[in-house]
């Protein structure tokens, strides 16, 4: 796996234990080793929060439940992100892994967050999506007390309700039109990074149009214009215009977007394309009705 370092728990906690947070007056401080390597300003509210420690707990914890198999530990500035992975899972023909991730900033630009998921190293793939099991919180006041409650029940069936919505959608269908729903949201004004988004993952739709399996069937001239077009001059998408893709495909892709994202961005994105669940239609239906 690219950028993982295979589990040694001596090796990490030993450069864990080199995170040092402190706050002197209204600054924090953050110091790997004896070096700072970022200073914040903070308000009186701002609670010190011991992360080292967090990140050993945790650790202790995945481990009675499962078997760690790579890590990978970022120390950057006063960001602090570790991803643990663990066992493997095929859905769909795509091999996954079981992972976790823990997230914390100690200059104010990321909440502290504890997240489940599934990662794909073969497609560059990570899944994040809603579970009991999380914790996203600032850094005030009662921060410390809600990181030690969550991940509590961590446990083999934390992973079921995402590899569910997966197994659900293979050998499924979703209508472009409904896609572009999903992607844009519903909120009168859609957001640019939203029609971003969608501009992204429709220009991967182009790549794939002429793969059968993928697509429903060959695209018209329109169609293929209609995918040149830039998200904020596609008003709708007409019924004559519309055409189905491959629902495992569009789930894939659009999520392959935000691989380099860290994994708050992830969980809001999986929720986001995880409603194809609910307008996925099966291919034995489109072929007996001839689409």
């Excluded at 959608?169 to 969608?198: C, T, Y």
Aim: proline residues 0%; aromatic residues 10%; hydrophobic residues 35%.
């Amino acid at each position: 796996m690219r950028g993982y370092t295979d589990y040694n728990k001596e090796q990490l906690f030993s450069i864990i234990d080199k995170i040092s947070i402190t706050k002197e007056g209204t600054q924090v401080i953050t110091r790997y080793g004896n070096r700072i390597i970022k200073v914040a300003n903070v308000s009186n509210r701002y609670e010190i929060f011991d992360i080292a420690k967090y990140l050993k707990d945790k650790i202790e914890l995945i481990e009675k439940n499962f078997e760690i198999s790579k890590y990978r530990l970022d120390i950057i500035g006063g960001k602090q992100y570790l991803q643990l992975i663990s066992d493997s899972i095929n859905v769909g023909g795509v091999d996954f892994h079981k992972s976790f991730y823990i997230l914390n900033s100690s200059d104010k630009s990321r909440r502290l967050s504890f997240n489940v998921g599934l990662y794909s190293d073969t497609h560059d793939l990570y899944v994040i999506g809603a579970s009991n099991t999380g914790l996203i919180k600032k850094h005030l006041k009662g921060v410390t007390q809600a990181a030690e409650v969550a991940s509590e029940g961590l446990n083999g069936e934390t992973f079921n309700e995402q590899i569910e919505a997966m197994e659900s959608i293979v050998g499924h269908k979703v209508a472009f039109s409904k896609l572009r729903q999903i992607i844009l949201g519903d909120a009168e004004e859609v957001p640019q990074i939203n029609h971003r988004k969608f501009d992204a993952f429709k220009n991967n739709v182009r790549y794939v149009a002429n793969k059968i399996e993928l697509v429903q069937s060959k695209l018209s001239t329109e169609q293929r214009n209609m995918l040149y077009t830039d998200s904020t001059k596609i008003k709708e998408v007409t019924r004559e215009l519309d055409f189905y893709v491959d629902a495992f495909w569009a789930f894939q892709t659009y999520l392959k977007i935000f691989n380099r994202q860290d994994s708050h961005i992830i969980k809001i994105e999986t929720e986001r394309i995880t409603k194809i669940t609910q307008c996925a239609v099966r291919n034995s239906i489109l072929e007996s009705l001839g689409i």
